[in-house]
């Protein structure tokens, strides 16, 4: 790594949960690519995990209700990769932020969630 940049200012380091741009010696553009992560040589690899919980999800535009075992596309960060919703975890309430209803067994348009996804096999 021969140059670390965060927001286009060029830093000294960065912390783990930034997206950066990394100026690179002896790598090959085509060697990398989209969501690459880097890690640490002394450490231990970074982990892939399949299974996460979504702190705070919101259904804008669909019609009907949502519930455990709906299969999406998740769009986040630069990724596009399918989930299947396992679990409703709570609701939030979207004024005060309150979780207001436990385990709920679905949730609709213009509510706020804490879900748990699976990424799909095939992502």
Request: charged content about 30%.
């Amino acid at each position: 790594v021969t140059n670390i940049y965060y927001e286009d200012i060029e830093t000294d380091s960065c912390v783990c949960g930034e997206n950066v741009r990394l100026k690179l010696k002896n790598v090959e553009e085509e060697e990398i690519s989209t969501g690459f992560i880097l890690c640490d040589t002394e450490q231990e690899p970074c982990g892939i995990g399949r299974v996460f919980d979504a702190q705070q999800i919101a259904i804008i535009e669909h019609k009907s209700i949502i519930c455990p075992g709906y299969s999406a596309v998740l769009h986040i960060h630069t990724a596009a990769v399918e989930v299947q919703l396992k679990k409703l975890i709570t609701l939030i309430d979207r004024k005060t932020g309150e979780r207001t209803r436990e385990h709920p067994r679905f949730i609709r348009q213009d509510q706020i969630a804490i879900a748990r996804f699976e990424l799909s096999q095939a992502s």
